[in-house]
């Protein structure tokens, strides 16, 4: 798979402690880990959660927008994993960390990177409930949190 994207299992606490070795200079570290939720908006139970990609397209935007975070916040790292497949309630989905000399800059573009994830990234995602299945698409939220950028 590319440098993004894996079906392999997520450990954030390994992800996290290979991202910090790899600093030289920062200050502030954000890490972020997105997981299956075990209900879902409906108050439904979700079995699985089914996330596909088109590997080359999805890697190629996820890298675009971590290009685009390095160029509007002064950072020194910056880390993105996010699974594919099957994944169960609890599994995490995602790892996303940013590290900068400063604290804010940690966060707002780890927060920035996030909003790409759930809104742009080319991403076809199936809940699997106990009652059946159906294709997630963002929701206006994620939506109104990512148009925040355009402006800033």
């Given at each position: 798979m590319g440098e993004v994207l894996?079906?392999?299992?997520?450990?954030?606490?390994?992800?996290?402690?290979?991202f910090q070795s790899s600093l030289e200079v920062s200050g502030g570290v954000v890490s972020f880990c997105g997981q299956v939720r075990p209900i879902n908006g409906?108050?439904?139970t979700v079995t699985t959660l089914?996330?596909?990609a088109h590997p080359s397209l999805t890697d190629a935007g996820i890298l675009n927008a971590k290009a685009e975070a390095h160029?509007?916040?002064p950072l020194e790292a910056s880390m993105i994993r996010h699974r594919i497949g099957d994944m169960a309630p609890?599994?995490?989905i995602v790892f996303v960390a940013t590290a900068s000399?400063?604290?804010r800059a940690a966060f707002e573009s780890a927060d920035f990177l996030m909003d790409y994830l759930k809104t742009k990234a080319v991403f076809w995602k199936k809940e699997i409930t106990d009652t059946g299945a159906a294709w997630?698409?963002?929701?206006?939220?994620d939506h109104s949190d990512y148009a925040r950028?355009?402006?800033a």
């Open positions: 894996t079906s392999d299992a997520l450990s954030p606490g390994e992800l996290l402690g290979a409906a108050g439904q089914h996330l596909q160029s509007r916040w609890g599994d995490t000399a400063h604290r997630i698409e963002p929701r206006r939220e950028w355009a402006s």
